[in-house]
């Protein structure tokens, strides 16, 4: 059955909504992003991704008029008229159509151009990944500098999800400079002792909004947390591992290059992590 999409204030038949040839979003990588999970029908940390879309936005000079509570509006109407109980709404927001191709941004009151869908996926909180962990290899993280900004140029992402696929994994770390900087899709922990330990925030990762309230859910349950970068070595020697993201919520990861932790199985800190997680997103959403 064809999903019905918002496209620039419309609703309609995914077959029919369309977007220039000439958008920026499309010639340049030119947009920026946000997924947002859907629990029972509701959306999880609304806030959270709401307030780093206008960040994006605002770093890359881009302007958007819709407010808060029309986004809203377009998230909860997506979901009902597509009947989506788990899964996720996908918002872009590109500098829109410049007419031709041209580097310089299009001039001022050149209006942006706004795609929202649902992709619907039953059982996404029950992910049997979760039970058993995943596997990871490192790569160099040869982005752009600015990956606090969420834009649209997932490219060498795309690259490092499939060089894991070849080697028989599930996911790739980046490392620079030694250090570990995030997942291809995801921010990264480790747990050592009762300390959980994170790369702290810069513009070297992406500012998840899974992380914050993790952080949060866990200082609040007098768990330690140390923001710190770390490197494959000292990953590899952990107890635990884990990653974050608004798709995947808590995710164990039980092998780091070809390195088993914790005997190759889920660790009970992850597991908990993901049940706070959990719990006090279902609590929240709206
Ligand atoms: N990815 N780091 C990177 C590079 C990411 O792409 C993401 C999210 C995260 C986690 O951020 P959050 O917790 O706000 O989802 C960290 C999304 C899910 C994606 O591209 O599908």
Not at 206 to 225: D, N, P, W
Not at 249 to 272: C, H, I, Q, S, Y
Request: proline content about 4%; charged content about 25%.
């Amino acid at each position: 059955m064809s999903r019905i999409v918002y496209v620039n204030g419309q609703y309609l038949p995914e077959e029919e909504a369309t977007v220039s040839i000439f958008d920026r979003g499309f010639v340049m990588g030119d947009a920026v992003y946000e997924v947002t999970s859907v629990l029972e029908g509701k959306i999880l940390e609304f806030e959270g991704h709401m307030t780093r879309l206008a960040r994006s936005l605002s770093e890359l000079e881009m302007t958007c008029d819709l407010t808060r509570d029309q986004w809203l509006e377009i998230h909860r109407e997506l979901i009902a008229r597509n009947n989506v109980t788990e899964g996720m709404v996908y918002l872009q927001v590109s500098r829109g159509n410049a007419g031709d191709r041209d580097f310089h941004y299009p001039p001022a009151g050149t209006p942006p151009t706004v795609v929202l869908y649902t992709q619907s996926k039953p059982g996404l909180a029950d992910d049997p990944k979760a039970k058993v962990g995943i596997k990871v290899i490192s790569i160099p993280d040869l982005r752009w500098h600015r990956r606090d900004i969420k834009t649209v140029q997932l490219l060498y992402p795309s690259m490092a999800k499939m060089a894991a696929e070849k080697a028989g994994k599930h996911d790739a770390w980046f490392v620079e400079d030694g250090f570990v900087t995030e997942g291809s899709s995801n921010n990264v922990y480790i747990v050592k002792g009762n300390k959980i330990i994170t790369r702290q925030l810069s513009n070297d990762i992406l500012h998840g909004v899974t992380r914050a309230s993790l952080l949060k859910y866990a200082a609040e349950a007098q768990m330690e947390i140390e923001e710190r970068p770390f490197t494959i070595v000292e990953a590899q020697a952990a107890d635990e591992a884990f990653f974050t993201s608004a798709s995947a919520f808590v995710m164990p990861v039980v092998e780091v290059d070809d390195v088993a932790l914790n005997g190759g199985k889920v660790g009970p800190v992850a597991t908990r992590l993901r049940e706070i997680y959990l719990d006090e997103s279902r609590k929240r959403a709206i």
